[in-house]
């Protein structure tokens, strides 16, 4: 497929209001539209609130099944783990962001994929988990990083910090992964970094990065979450940005981009080439 069309959907969160972010949300996954191929939520969408993870699955799959499913379109997964098959075509997927639940005796930052081909939700978490707003002090190292194929293109996920660490971007590009998905929500004083950090791991992946933030809210130390979700492209010189305001964001993302790029910029080959030379000269201590 040398096209995908994307939606972001940019949350207006209320820090502490479970049920009225996920009506909420209901509405916003309500109004995209049939030919999207990707959903991509923001992080901690559902507040702050830590959820146990099989409510959490059970809030997102009625979500996806009421909202997006039920418009009648095949594929895809719903409570119960069934696939629907019948319609005319396959689902988008949907990439639920990702929220702190309570799983295994510990907490994680983890979120889920589902719809498409996937025959069953397909999971992710936060590899680092932020020591900048302590969540070190009580979320879980995760090691979920997979990467999925959604109608012939292969993407993964990055849980917002993540992205700051080259080494996960990379991982998932090496493993095939063409668009890389940043649900995270940031201060307003930061999304000028986080924009640039997103070129970045884009050019040197050749890859396209997609951020989707919150908008409307705040962190526990009152700086204010403004939105500013972005696609950044493969070559660098495009930066799309949603602004501040709430609502869905479309964008269509020509894939042919990146082997284009990739004729002029081997970075991702070089790597994968001399991946053994490069741990042993670069990262010995």
């Known amino acids: 497929m040398s096209c ?3 939606a972001v959907v940019q ?15 209901h509405k916003f996954l309500d109004e995209i539209t049939a030919d999207v191929d990707v959903v991509l939520l923001p992080e901690d969408w559902l507040g702050v609130t830590v959820i146990d993870w099989d409510d959490y699955q059970e809030i997102i799959v009625k979500l996806f099944y009421g909202a997006i499913l039920s418009r009648g379109k095949s594929g895809g997964y719903i409570p119960g ?34 719809g498409g081909e996937l025959s069953a939700p397909v999971f992710f978490e936060k590899q680092f988990p ?17 990467v999925i194929q ?15 660490y080259p080494e996960i971007v990379r991982s ?13 929500n940031i201060p307003a004083v930061r999304m000028p970094l986080w924009q640039s950090v997103g070129i970045t791991r884009a050019c040197e992946n050749t890859v396209f990065v997609v951020a989707a933030n919150n908008t409307a809210t705040s962190y ?11 696609v950044a492209y493969p070559d660098g010189y495009t930066l799309l940005s949603c602004g501040r305001e709430p609502g869905v964001y479309y964008f269509d993302l020509d894939l042919s981009r990146v082997s284009k ?25």
């Not at 396959?90 to 962001?97: A, F």
């Not at 959604?150 to 700051?164: F, K, N, Q, S």
């Not at 526990?220 to 972005?230: I, L, M, T, W």
């Open 81 to 114: 783990g069934t696939p629907v098959t019948g319609g005319p075509s396959p689902n988008p997927i949907l990439i639920s962001g990702a929220q702190y639940v309570r799983a295994e005796g510990g907490i994680y930052s983890r979120g889920m994929i589902l």
């Open 130 to 146: 932020s020591q900048a707003i302590g969540e070190r002090n009580y979320v879980k190292p995760g090691s979920l990083l997979p």
């Open 220 to 230: 526990p130390d009152g700086r204010e979450v403004q939105g500013e979700s972005f």
């Open 4 to 6: 995908l069309k994307l």
């Open 11 to 25: 949350f207006p969160r209320d820090r502490t209001n479970l049920d009225q972010n996920i009506a909420q949300m």
């Open 150 to 164: 959604h109608r012939g293109t292969p993407l993964g996920v990055a849980v917002c910090v993540d992205i700051m």
């Open 172 to 184: 998932l590009a090496l493993r095939g992964a063409l668009l890389i998905l940043n649900p995270a």
């Open 261 to 285: 790029v990739r004729q002029r910029w081997p970075y991702l080959e070089d790597v994968r080439s001399n991946r053994g030379s490069i741990c042993r000269k670069y990262y010995s201590e």
